[in-house]
């Protein structure tokens, strides 16, 4: 295991909304480079653990080694009562969890200097005395029907999350504006892109699974609900090639999707990690985000739109508040399957142009995971870097924002 780099005394205590382990998303990206400013106890969601939890308490269980899993970062995966998001159980998974972050805690000798909290669950006295920083990544709420949960109790849910926390932080400018209409002044951190992963994606070998003829259109995400499957339907009915990369849910679409994917141009290669997706967007020509029009797609701020620049590629997109907050041409934006279709085959035209490739990677760069970090340890009175100041349409200066909305930025 790799040593913590620095005194873990006063580490982040950052509860998220995604495994360590899992997809790499922003919670991941940004408590590791946070960690440059202070060691990170990276805290997954709670797993239940029914026969093991049923012969041992929380205490016991918060007594186990953590696990190093970056420069400064360890992470902790608390336990959870089954069933932890039925009615009347997000209540006591909740203090299980508390209790087992306070015993990893006091085991490790730490004082945390801060505790963020990514999702809604009620977690901020697991670290008394600290800085409550509440991290929206998502609407939970516009989510709630995606996530089987009540809306009306994840409203409960992020009001009282709101009202406790000392710094409130938003990573798309819708989520800031409805956190602004219930009172308080966001600190808008978007979604950044983690550029030196993909800076030499060129120099990549092929896949060795991919057998598509260039150029390609390529997905990479998750087939889910988000997803408006006729627009991969219309690039693929053109005859274009189409390469979907991520993992597929189970029950959505299931007849139109077996059917797209049934396609000789079409080729799912099904969940790759992160460290793999240079060699795939070596093979793409153009990046795809195909959202679907939703209120959790709207405040959502999808990373593969900076990865897909970041190497260089071109972008079509559906319109979404975050790609028009970028203000650049550089993504195309679609509306509908026919002008979708037609926004793919004209990006093909201009895809590995060295200018656009350039400029598209310096884009990505100005929006790098280490700047966005930098911005949120300022903002945490962490370190002694200053933030950067904002970077709107691409370049430094105002926002473009509406005067008197959330505080901007990087």
């Known amino acids: 295991m790799r040593a913590l780099p620095c005194d873990w005394s006063r580490p982040i205590v950052f509860c998220a909304a995604t495994p360590w382990h899992g997809n790499r998303m922003g919670n991941q990206h940004m408590a590791a480079h946070l960690a440059r400013f202070a060691p990170v106890l990276y805290v997954d969601p709670g797993v239940s653990r029914l026969a093991g939890f049923l012969r041992r308490s929380s205490a016991a269980h918060a007594r186990k080694p953590l696990e190093v899993v970056a420069d400064g970062v360890a992470q902790f995966t608390p336990p959870a009562w089954p069933g932890q998001n039925r009615p009347g159980m997000r209540r006591p998974t909740d203090a299980v969890v508390r209790r087992a972050i306070r015993g990893v805690l006091r085991a490790s000798g730490a004082r945390p200097s801060a505790i963020v909290v990514s999702g809604l669950d009620d977690v901020f006295g697991a670290a008394p005395g600290s800085l409550r920083v509440l991290y929206g990544t998502d609407d939970f709420v516009a989510g709630a029907e995606l996530m089987g949960i009540s809306a009306g109790r994840l409203e409960r849910d992020e009001r009282a999350r709101l009202e406790e926390a000392d710094l409130v932080v938003a990573a798309s400018p819708v989520l800031a504006e409805r956190w602004r209409t219930l009172g308080r002044d966001p600190v808008l951190v978007p979604n950044g892109c983690d550029v030196d992963t993909f800076a030499a994606v060129d120099a990549e070998p092929w896949p060795s699974d991919v057998v598509l003829p260039p150029p390609i259109a390529g997905f990479v995400g998750h087939l889910s609900h988000r997803i408006d499957v006729s627009l991969l339907e219309e690039v693929a009915r053109r005859g274009n090639s189409l390469l979907i990369v991520g993992p597929r849910q189970n029950g959505f679409d299931m007849t139109r999707v077996d059917a797209l994917l049934a396609l000789p141009n079409v080729q799912w290669v099904g969940p790759r990690s992160f460290e793999a997706l240079p060699a795939y967007l070596r093979a793409i020509d153009v990046g795809l985000v195909p959202y679907a029009a939703s209120g959790f ?27 028009e907050w970028l203000g650049t041409d550089l993504v195309s934006v679609a509306t509908g399957a026919t002008e979708f279709g037609d926004a793919v085959e004209r990006a093909f035209r201009g895809a590995r142009s060295s200018e656009l490739v350039a400029a598209r990677r310096e884009l990505a760069r100005r929006h790098s995971w280490r700047s966005r970090a930098e911005t949120l340890a300022a903002s945490m009175g962490l370190g002694n870097s200053e933030a950067p100041a904002p970077i709107v349409d691409g370049v430094h200066g105002s926002s473009d924002l509406r005067p008197g909305r959330p505080r901007t930025v990087v």
């Open 297 to 323: 797609n709207r405040a959502s701020f999808p990373l593969k739109v900076l990865e897909y620049l970041a190497a260089g590629r071109g972008v079509v997109s559906t319109p979404l508040p975050s790609v």
